[in-house]
Nanobody, 125 residues
Framework: VQLQAFGGGLVRAGDSLTLSCTAS????????VGWFRQAPGKEREFVAA????????RYSDSVEGRFAVSRDNGKNTGYLQMNSLKSEDTAVYYC???????????????????WGQGTEVTVSS
């Protein structure tokens, strides 16, 4: 599975931004999709994830209530809607996919087999 994340950019604090992750080369509906981010000088961290069937989602504490993860299996695309952005949300955002991740616990780990290139989000204060 090949993943491509896009939609990043420069925004102001309080703005909204939606990232997209398109998949090719596999059956997208079989895969859980995770979103991660890496800020300068920091380790990559979990942001949000959605199960293969859109019934289960998980968020990190830092984005809970502000970000929303979704997917459109018909378009082979996952989304990360980011609202009320803060300067601390500045990072390179990555999407990932894996067909063996089926639990909420696993969705929050780095165990995804497939990763896309990052898309940079900069939030100015």
């Amino acid at each position: 599975v090949q993943l491509q994340a896009f939609g990043g950019g420069l925004v102001r604090a309080g703005d909204s931004l939606t990232l997209s992750c398109t998949a090719s080369g596999g059956t997208f509906s079989d895969y859980a999709v995770g979103w991660f981010r890496q800020a300068p000088g920091k380790e990559r961290e979990f942001v949000a994830a959605i199960s293969w069937n859109p019934g289960m989602t998980r968020y990190s504490d830092s984005v809970e209530g502000r970000f929303a993860v979704s997917r459109d299996n018909g378009k082979n695309t996952g989304y990360l809607q980011m609202n009320s952005l803060k300067s601390e949300d500045t990072a390179v955002y990555y999407c990932a996919a894996d067909s063996w991740i089926t639990t909420a616990q696993a969705m929050g780990t780095m165990r995804y087999d497939y990763w896309g290139q990052g898309t940079e989000v900069t939030v100015s204060s």
